[in-house]
């Protein structure tokens, strides 16, 4: 449920840092629960919204995944390279043309049939970003492209196929740790998809 306007007043917003996203502080007026108006200050940081795809083969009952090195993740501890679910920002694409530049672009998958299954805000209190997430079947003759990123952007990709099963258990074991993946696996198995 979207608030109504009347419930914030924007009082001022600062440009903290302008690079790959945007930084900004903004002090508004909430008005609480209560009815009392309180001022704030919240910073939130802005790199647009994103999407995010579970490709699976039903057949061979597997999932396609990509690993990558994360620099804010290698910072949080976390120094291998991250497994994790197609993925990138829509930049000024709608989420469903977005999501399959990108399988072609990281994977080189040719998405047929994609699914929208929900959408979330990965981080609320602090990053503004949107997620939408699919699924999509594959099967081996859809991969016809090599995949691995844009070298430009600084992207090396590697493309995996991993046993739906084992992919579950890498949840447990601590072998994916990345939201986004976490939850569409899960939401996979759930539905029976995997
Ligand atoms: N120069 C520069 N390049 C960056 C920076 N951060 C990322 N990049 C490059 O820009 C690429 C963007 O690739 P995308 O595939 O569009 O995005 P992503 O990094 O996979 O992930 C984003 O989307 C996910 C889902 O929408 C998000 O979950 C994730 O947090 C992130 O925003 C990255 O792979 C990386 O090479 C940065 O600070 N500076
Ligand atoms: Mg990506």
Not at 45 to 50: E, L, M, P, Q, S
Not at 156 to 170: F, S
Request: net charge negative; proline share 5%.
């Amino acid at each position: 449920m979207d608030e109504s306007p009347d419930e914030v007043r924007i009082l001022e917003v600062r440009v903290l840092a302008e690079g790959h996203g945007v930084l900004r502080t903004t002090r508004m007026q909430h008005r609480r629960f209560d009815g009392t108006w309180q001022t704030l200050n919240r910073e939130t940081y802005d790199r647009g919204n994103g999407c995010a795809l579970l490709a699976y083969d039903p057949v061979r009952g597997c999932v396609l995944l990509v690993r990558q090195f994360r620099y804010p993740a290698y910072v949080s501890g976390h120094a291998a390279p991250l497994l994790e679910v197609i993925a990138g920002l829509v930049d000024d694409n709608p989420p469903d043309v977005a999501i399959r530049k990108e399988a072609h672009e990281e994977a080189g998958l040719t998405l047929r049939a994609v699914r929208p299954v929900f959408a979330a805000y990965m981080s609320p209190g602090a990053i503004t970003e949107r997620l939408s997430f699919f699924v999509a079947e594959y099967e081996a003759s859809d991969r016809t492209g090599a995949g691995g990123g844009l070298i430009g952007e600084g992207e090396d990709i590697e493309v995996v196929e991993i046993p739906a099963d084992t992919a579950i258990a890498m949840i447990s074991d601590g072998r994916i740790v990345d939201a986004k993946t976490i939850m569409l696996l899960q939401h996979a198995r759930l539905s029976g998809l995997i």
